[in-house]
């Protein structure tokens, strides 16, 4: 699904270089549900950019299902995060100014369905988020956790095979974080790859494999039934 | 997804409400400061009357002084004599041709209480009503025998027709002017030529004449005239029959010429008649004859002013400073959407998707403005109207060119200000604004 | 002080600093050349008619009656006219200074047809003239009532004597106008016409023309059928008298007509209307341009503000007073406007050339530049201080909070 060799990420300034990954390489398989964890400035965040086509990398190679996507035009990586990766951000970023059910018709749109299509995909993830009776509320008038399940529907509505989490209950109390990462997990049971960042080692250990970042590199990598360590590459 | 980038591009508008009302407002008052000026310029240098205008030609012969520069140095003379006047007439040379000259009678209406009073008035000819396309509410004009007979008729306007005869059809009921009876053969409709073109060297914004008269019949009669007359040299002796026959002009003559070949006749006719009168001791100048159709003639004789060119040149350089402050609140307003964009990046929207969906808010903005600024403009012109007065009132309407034209450069002055902006926000990195809130 | 950070801060994000720059330098380009237009509509504006405005009317009186005789009417209206109460002086004329329609003739010093003759006004008078209009004369005499002669329309003819303007002498003997009175120049090519008088200054019926000033008083009554009258009363009078005036002619003889009555004052607002509005359209453009500048600073100082707020909170918690945040922002608009109007000093000089060379507008006078440059400057210090202030009220606690 994913694969990751060697990845390089240097950001240059006048005066300094910052290395944000070194040497950076991961393999995820389809159906996976990993969490990455590492301390705060160990590259984390880059990884996941990097992995959502989000940034450009300085070197190295990435395949997102089999293609280099070094080589992609703006177009086609807009595209390419359009139709097979969804996002669920620490601080949800819904848009304000939408209800729950045009936040959740954003990335259709960009998508092109008609519009028929894109009620019924809308109607049904805010259903599976639990949320279909709240369709015209605006965010602001949303609990925390219920504005992270519209993320959450937002990211599942474009029936995406890869759904990147970055720190999906933050800004949660652990109450509300604990049924966000039921929901999580039960979109990877129904077979999507989820590549989640925390802090938090309980959430950590909810996924199947953990990847700790230490440096821009992977340290190591945990699997939850075997906590072994495994050498990387 | 038009519609979709409309309603969020509404939505952006709503967010801040005074950073968009600020800009509207900048667009809007930039549109009305140069729209209004705009109008005026366009009203000025318009075709008085397009289905035909380069058919008709303004006849100049150069009968002038041959030892002194008039004010635009040897150029032939802006009017004819009475001499040239009548052969060119006699002649009949062109498909249809005209001398006329402006004058003023008094008129009495009928009943004791009603007192005289003075109406314009233009000497002309049969030809007149046809050449210039004039729409008749009653009657029609005279004919070539009430030219030639110099019968007392009289063609009215419809505002004379209205204020003597109350509007209603006066044909063959007759007026009593300067002591004599025209009997009435035309009541003309609504009549408005901006310029007025066909007599531009006594006001080419006046309004049209208020009647009609048959030139040779003033004439004869020796009625006043009221335009402009020039001489380079003294009359042979007193009286009216003297001045007939003087250098002085006082006429403008205007020919319908339907082709190119009818015009180059009748150019090489003007020429021919010239050398004709240089060997009676006439046209000491060398031969410069001239034809000018209706807008080259509006262009020599400078008819826009030159006032209302200063206020465009200025009221366009408004317009750029508008634009600047624009181009500086919606870059102000594109970043501050940075967290949106980013995230719609995040989203798959493209950059292209972005750019369009952000030349659509600029160009929504616009249009705000333009419609604002089509009142303003519309004030404007109040406003010019009222410093100015009678003199503009023909030149402060908008028509339906105007309008879109003002909404046309509204929006293009909105595209222009949101494109660098625009290009800002586009480059604005995906991942960038997603970290904090 | 700390100009160096702040223009090195600046030079990191110039785009609106330069669009605000911009935007003063086409503001002072407009600001100015408005002005000087201004100024010159105001010196054409104040030059005197040299007549006796405030106590001067005029009406027009047409002649239609088949039996309508116009020297006998002349008379007895000049005699009525004299005779009223509170008139001064009035006479009969072709045209009044500043109304835009008389007469011109060239004069010229030798006779013959080849040579150039000086354009000058004429306004046909009686005995009364120089006393109607109020004129001054500088030397020779008055017309007397013996030489006023009677003239038509298509009359070829000139009388003996003129009396000219001081101006109209300069341009015939500019050499030696003192020796113009008594001299005899030529009229219609080769007819003698001695001067016997001149003036101290009247002005032609054509304000905008380049001869104003060159007028020539000529002893004649017209009968060209519609004539003027001009009537000088008391101060104070005129308005009183005005009514009189008009319904004494209209029921005097009923074979004319009356009309256009006006006073000199209205003759010259509507004669310099054109003027009069161009100023109060150019005062509105400028006064509407600054505020657009000023909205803009406003608009984009707020913006600044708003984006560097955590900045300034950690400045105000490293210590800066709210003072020095405020004063940080003045000086960042100083530095800006100062540009601005450095680049716009220059575009009022290439505006003002390129109107000169396209419309006949006169030059720029040197002051009004760099009194544009302080004026922006200032306005521009006006504007920002209200941004400032709300940056120097932004609390030292934003620096220690996400937003």
Known sequence: MLSMQNISMVYRTDLVETHALREFSLEVEEGDFISVTGPSGSGKTTFLNIAGLLEQFTGGRYELDGRDVSSLSDAESSAVRNEKIGFVFQSFNLIPDLNLFDNVDVPLRYRGFNTAERKRRIERVLDTVGLASRMKHLPSQLSGGQQQRVAIARALAGEPRFLLADEPTGNLDSHMAMSVMELIAEI???????????HDPTLAEMADRNVHIRDGQVSDITTDTQFAKVATG | MFSYYLKLGWLSIRRNPLLSILMISAIAVGIGASMSTITVNYLMSSDPIPQKSDQLF??????????????DGFEPPDQVTYIDAMALMKAGKAYRQVASNRSGLVLEPEGDDERPFSVDARNTWSDFFPMFDLQFLYGSGWDDAADQNMDRVVVLSKEINEKVFGGENSVGRSVRMDGMDFKVVGVLDDFLAVPKFYDVTNGAFNDPEEIYIPFNLAVEYRLDRNGNTSCWKPSDGDGFEAFLNSECIWIQFWAELRTEQEKQEYMAFLDAYVEQQKQLGRFPRPLNNRLSDVMEWMEIQEVVEEDAQVMLGLSILFLVVCLLNTIGLLLAKFLGKSGDISLRRALGASRSSLFIQHMIESAMIGLGGGIFGLGLAWLGLRGIEMLFGDFVENMVSMDWVMVLTAMALAVASALLAGLYPTWRACSIAPASQLKVQ | MEIGPIWRALMRNKTGAVLIALQIAVTMAIMVNAISIMQERA?????????????????ASIGFAEDFNERVTVEEDLNALRALPGVVDAIQSNSVPMSGGGWSMGLQTEPGAEIDGTGVALYFVDEHGIDTFGLELLSGENFTATEIEWRERTQTKWPDRTIITRAMAEALFPDDPDSALGKTVYINDDEPITISGIIKQMQAPWNGWNGVERVMLVPTHTLFGSTRYIIRTEAGLRDELMPQVEQLLAEREKGRIVRSMRTMDETRERSYRGDASMIKMLTFTIVLLVAITALGIVGLASFSVNRRTRQI????????????IARYFMTENFIISLAGVSIGAALTVALNMLMVETFALTRITWYLVPLAMLTLCVVGQVAVFGPAKKASSVPPAVATRTV
Not at chain 1, 188 to 198: K, L, P, Q, S, W
Not at chain 3, 43 to 59: L, T, W
Request: glycine letters at 10%; proline letters at 4%.
């Open chain 3, 313 to 324: 909170g950690t400045r105000r918690a490293l210590g800066a007073s709210k003072v020095a």
């Open chain 3, 43 to 59: 010196r054409v504006m104040a030059r005197p008619s040299g007549v006796d405005e405030h106590n001067i009317f005029h009406i």
């Open chain 1, 188 to 198: 990877n049971r129904d077979g999507t790859t989820i590549v989640m960042v925390t």
């Open chain 2, 58 to 71: 303004y006849v100049q012969l150069d009968s002038w002084d041959p030892n002194n520069q008039g004010d």
